[in-house]
């Protein structure tokens, strides 16, 4: 992986993407050290019930217990961290169509796929044939179109791992001892 290129022109393409990788590198590092961290935290405080502590799961229960926290409650309580995980990025997308952010112009243009792609405004006017109001996108090149291109948030890494740690966790809750 780390020979030199063998050809030339392809040195320079080449830099970018090392560079990255290191990055890469770094970031991944400094992600495993804070897990690894937690981990430690977790396990001096007893959660995976070997050394014991003030988390130790016996422990955790009989408190729960204390405080009248059923097992209805902690699968509720899963369930709608789950839900808001699946659901977080509609309920943004849609808050976003309807105050009309997000939005790029769609006319021909000399950005990217050859439209215009600025950010647009949505005016409302009253249209001058049919007398009713219409809903316009204006960018600031100066087109004004009936429609514009949507960008919606898509689910990243994190928002699928809290899904899956959450369908889990209320699986183990429903069905496990
Ligand atoms: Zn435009």
Do not use: A, D, M
């Given at each position: 992986m780390n020979e030199p290129a063998l050809d030339p022109t392809m040195e320079d393409a080449g830099r970018q993407p090392q560079n990255g990788l290191v990055r890469n590198r770094l970031q991944s590092f400094g992600l495993t050290m804070v897990v690894m961290g937690a981990?430690?935290?977790l396990y001096y405080l007893g959660c995976f019930g070997t050394v014991d502590g003030p988390l130790t799961p016996a422990k955790m229960g009989a408190a729960l217990a204390g405080l009248g926290v059923t097992r209805r409650h902690v699968i509720l309580l899963l369930l709608s961290i789950l839900i808001g995980a699946?659901?977080?990025?509609?309920?943004?997308?849609?808050?976003?169509?309807?105050i009309g952010n997000r939005m790029t112009c769609k006319a021909k243009g000399k950005g990217a796929r050859g439209i215009c792609g600025a950010p647009v405004k949505r005016i409302r006017q009253v249209?001058?044939?049919?007398?009713?109001?219409?809903?316009?996108?204006?960018?600031?090149?100066?087109?004004?179109?009936?429609d514009a291109l949507f960008h919606p948030v898509k689910k990243g890494a994190v928002s699928h791992t809290v899904c899956l740690a959450c369908l889990v966790f209320v699986l183990i809750a429903a069905f496990g001892a």
């Open positions: 981990s430690f935290f699946i659901s977080w990025n509609w309920v943004f997308n849609l808050t976003s169509i309807l249209s001058t044939r049919s007398g009713r109001p219409v809903v316009k996108y204006t960018c600031s090149h100066g087109h004004r179109r009936p």
